[in-house]
């Protein structure tokens, strides 16, 4: 399935509007109804009237070319500037796929390995333990640190199974430490962020358990020691410049794009109990690896397609069709007896990659595409990558509270428009 290579192609967002070239026309295996997409409109347009949210874009892209993109709504309730191409959004952790390919192309050249132990990087990593809670014979429960089993591990990081947590849900004494370090809002470079979450246990033994946390963000530091630079300045060298991701960054660094910023709803604003969505307008230290990027529908739109196409996109190459297949491949089957955690986000039907969401089973009642991969971002944004349909979708909002409720419904309503 991903040998096949999509259409080569380019989407430039110019003046809010859109502007694609493509190579010769495929059919799809299936194509979106116009009857289905007015469905998908009406549903996001009442999101908006009802006051669910302030406004949002949505792309759909097949053979290389948009098929269907709207803007809805207004960037801001208290601007009332209308939504449009430049908007800006807080794009959290749909930078993890990003950081990820940063390091496929790492592991490409043969300066990483999957197998490498996280120490091998960052030799604090070496003295980490796992938490225990264990009851004493008078009933209290102590914390109790034992070895490692095994090192963390690069695939650890990348497919979420080296026991570092967010701590921000699911309770427990390990978590307690990780809220309490309160890491989402310090703003540390990504060194003294490897040194201090180095200081904390892990919740589970590596390769145990799918739980969700920073493991990007420790991929991220791992990346720059490798590359010698700042995890900002690779990425521009290597992917976000040569592919015209221009507004992709880690906080909005020039006021007179202030205005473009896209914002929630005022009473919407909290991405967990303890921390607000982030202010993009300061100046931010800390280059997230797992959720501090910030950009626009069209620089992610050249990311989607440059993967959809088997990792090329405008004449270059950024990755092999191999090494996409391989992070779009489910790394936590059955065979792996990795468990998941309560919290499993991909849900029931998908596995999980290196750095991405695959679906391997086909939803109950539907004919939904197995190989479909995806991420999403707690701000609201979500994407996904259909490589049977050569399509790929993006959803840019801003609303922490509604966000699942309406990445489902999108996407149901989406393969509806397919007749899946």
Request: zero cysteines; a neutral charge; proline letters at 6%.
């Amino acid at each position: 399935m991903f040998g096949r290579r999509a259409l080569i192609a380019a989407l430039v967002l110019l003046a809010g509007g859109i502007v694609a070239k493509a190579g010769s026309e495929r059919p799809a295996v299936h194509t979106l109804a116009p009857a289905g997409l007015a469905k998908v409109s009406d549903y996001i347009r009442n999101e908006v009237a009802t006051g669910k949210i302030p406004g949002a874009i949505l792309l759909l892209q097949q053979h290389g070319k948009p098929v269907y993109y709207q803007n809805f709504g207004v960037r801001d309730v208290a601007t009332e500037l209308s939504m449009s191409a430049d908007t800006i959004f807080r794009l959290y952790s749909m930078s993890k796929p990003v950081t990820s390919v940063m390091a496929m192309m790492l592991v490409e050249e043969g300066k990483l390995s999957l197998d490498d132990p996280v120490s091998k990087y960052i030799p604090a990593f070496d003295g980490m333990k796992v938490g225990i809670e264990k009851k004493a014979e008078d009933g209290k429960v102590a914390l109790v640190l034992e070895p490692l089993e095994r090192p963390i591990t690069i695939k650890d990081l990348l497919r979420h199974t080296s026991g570092l947590p967010y701590g921000y849900y699911g309770g427990g004494m390990v978590r307690e430490l990780y809220a309490n370090a309160n890491l989402f809002n310090s703003d540390l470079t990504n060194a003294e962020f490897a040194a201090k979450i180095a200081t904390l246990p892990l919740v589970e033994q590596p390769g145990t358990v799918w739980d969700y946390g920073y493991s990007t963000d420790v991929l991220g530091r791992v990346v720059e020691i490798i590359a010698g630079k700042t995890l900002l300045q690779f990425e521009k060298e290597r992917l976000l410049d040569p592919l015209g991701m221009t507004e992709t960054a880690f906080f909005v660094a020039d006021p007179a794009k202030f205005p473009r910023i896209a914002e929630p709803m005022p009473e919407d604003r909290n991405i967990n109990p303890t921390t607000q969505v982030r202010d993009i307008r300061r100046p931010a230290t800390w280059e997230s690896g797992g959720g501090g990027m910030v950009g626009t529908i069209g620089d992610y739109a050249r990311f989607a397609q440059m993967l959809l196409n088997g990792g090329t996109y405008d004449g270059r190459r950024y990755l092999k069709p191999e090494t996409i297949a391989l992070m779009a491949s489910d790394h936590i089957g059955p065979e792996t007896k990795i468990a998941r955690d309560q919290n499993y986000y991909p849900g029931g039907s998908s596995g999980f990659g290196l750095g991405l969401a695959v679906r391997i089973l086909v939803p109950p009642g539907t004919t939904w595409p197995l190989g479909e991969y995806r991420w999403d971002g707690v701000g609201g944004t979500f994407f996904f990558i259909d490589p049977e349909d050569d399509l790929f979708g993006i959803f840019m909002v801003q609303t922490p509270t509604q966000r699942g409720r309406i990445q489902l419904a999108l996407k149901t309503l989406i393969y509806q428009a397919m007749g899946r």
